[in-house]
C-alpha cells in the first residue's frame, strides 16, 4: 500500500449555519485533518467573561462524518477533538490563540488571526496496528463531511457580557485535508473507529449519578469531560484531603473500573504525557501555568493500555453498562455537565463462506 496526502476542501464561515462536502471515495483513510484560521475581533466585555479553552475552536461547533447517506461514523465538536487528539498523540494541536483570554475589546482595526487545528483519526492511535481500522471508503454511495457553524460569541464564556456588538467573525476557514491508504487489498475488511459524544446534566451533588452506555461493541477508551460555566473543571468530581470523589464503570456486579477521579487525572498526564495545559483562564496559547498540572476536567478510561485491540472492553454479551459517578453541583452553577466522549469499535460484518 502507498500513503496519498492530499488537500479536499475550504470551507468558508457562516455563522450558525450547517456546509456539507462530499469526501473522496477512492482508498482507505488514516486520517482527516482540520485547521480553523479566524481573523477576528470583540467589544469590551462588561463583566470581562474570558475566551473559552482552545477557542477559536468554538466556531466549529460540530462535525460529523456520515457514510451512505445514514451511517454517522464521527460526530464531535471541535474544542473537544482538540483536547482528545493531545490524549490520544501525547502533542497537543496547534493553536496560536493571542489575545483571546479575557474580555477586553480588540477593536477592529486591531483584529486579531487565531488559528487552531484538530485531527479525526480513522487509523486507531497508540496501537500494535493502526490499520485495523482504517475506513475503507471504495465501497461507498455516499461519505460526507457536515460542518456546523457556531458564532463568534461561542468561543467566549457565559458572563461574556459585551457592551456593544460583541464577538465578529470578520472571515474565517476550515481547511480540510486527508492521509490515505492506497492499494488496500480487495477483500480487506476492517473495524469502524466510532466517535461521539454523550451528555449528562449535573442537577445536584450526588453520590450515584448514573449515565447509561450503549451496549453491543467494542470500547477502546472512554472520555469523561466535566464543564460548568464555559469552562472544563475537576470541581465537578472533585480530589482533595475531604472529597475523594470517584468513577465507576460496571455491568450489573461486574466493576470494570473504579477510580477516584483526582488520581485518574494525575495518572493521565502520565500514560498520555500530557504537556503542560494552558491556563484554562486564558485561550492564549502561551499562557501556561505554573504548576504541572493534568488536563483540567479530563478523565481518560482506558482499555487497551498495550495497543492491542483485543484487549477492549467487549459489551456484545452485556445487558447493560452505566457509569457511576460520585459529583458534586459546583455552587451557583446551572449549567454543570459531563460529556462522555467514547471510541467505539464496530466489527466488519462476518461473511458466510
Known amino acids: 500500500m502507498k500513503i496519498l496526502e492530499r488537500e479536499i476542501s475550504a470551507i468558508t464561515y457562516a455563522a450558525n449555519q450547517t456546509r456539507t462536502i462530499q469526501l473522496p471515495r477512492n482508498y482507505a483513510y488514516r486520517c482527516i485533518n482540520l485547521l480553523l484560521i479566524a481573523d477576528m475581533y470583540r467589544e469590551a466585555g462588561a463583566t470581562l467573561g474570558t475566551g473559552k479553552d482552545s477557542a477559536p475552536a468554538q466556531l466549529v461547533k460540530n462535525i460529523m462524518i456520515r457514510a451512505n447517506g445514514r451511517d454517522v461514523i464521527k460526530n464531535i465538536d471541535m474544542e473537544s477533538l482538540h483536547r482528545i487528539n493531545q490524549?490520544?498523540?501525547?502533542t497537543r494541536p496547534v493553536i496560536d490563540a493571542p489575545m483571546w483570554g479575557g474580555g477586553a475589546a480588540i477593536v477592529v482595526g486591531n483584529k486579531v488571526v487565531q488559528v487552531v487545528s484538530a485531527r479525526i483519526d480513522f487509523e486507531m492511535w497508540r496501537s500494535v496496528r493502526p490499520i485495523d481500522t482504517l475506513l475503507d471508503s471504495a465501497g461507498l454511495a455516499t461519505l460526507e463531511m457536515i460542518i456546523t457553524w457556531g458564532t463568534g460569541n461561542d468561543t467566549m464564556t457565559p458572563d461574556y457580557d459585551p457592551a456593544g456588538a460583541g464577538v465578529t467573525?470578520?472571515?474565517?476557514q476550515l481547511f480540510v485535508s486527508s492521509v490515505e491508504e492506497v492499494g488496500v487489498p480487495e477483500g480487506t475488511q476492517f473495524m469502524m473507529n466510532k466517535e461521539y459524544m454523550i451528555r449528562s446534566q449535573v442537577t445536584a451533588t450526588s453520590n450515584r449519578h448514573q449515565i447509561q452506555l450503549p451496549v453491543g461493541n467494542l470500547y477502546r477508551w472512554l472520555i469523561?469531560?466535566?464543564?460548568?460555566?464555559?469552562l472544563n473543571v475537576c470541581s465537578i468530581l472533585p480530589f482533595t484531603l475531604a472529597l475523594q470523589n470517584t468513577i465507576t464503570l460496571q455491568a450489573g456486579t461486574e466493576v470494570f473500573k473504579y477510580r477516584m477521579a483526582g488520581a485518574l487525572n494525575a495518572d493521565n498526564r502520565l500514560d498520555y504525557m500530557i504537556e503542560v495545559p494552558e491556563l484554562l483562564a486564558s485561550a492564549a496559547a502561551l499562557n501556561h501555568r505554573l504548576l504541572e498540572n493534568g488536563l483540567e476536567g479530563y478523565y481518560v478510561l482506558e482499555f487497551c493500555k498495550d495497543g492491542r485491540l483485543t484487549e477492549c472492553l467487549d459489551t456484545s454479551?452485556?445487558?447493560s453498562l452505566e457509569l457511576i459517578l460520585d459529583v458534586v453541583l459546583p455552587a451557583g452553577s446551572t449549567d454543570a455537565f459531563i460529556d462522555i466522549y467514547p471510541c467505539e469499535l464496530i466489527r466488519p460484518p462476518v461473511i458466510a463462506a
Not at 469523561?224 to 464555559?230: D, E, P, R
Open 87 to 90: 490524549l490520544a498523540h501525547g
Open 224 to 230: 469523561l469531560k466535566c464543564h460548568s460555566v464555559g
Open 317 to 319: 454479551r452485556l445487558s
Open 169 to 172: 467573525v470578520a472571515d474565517a
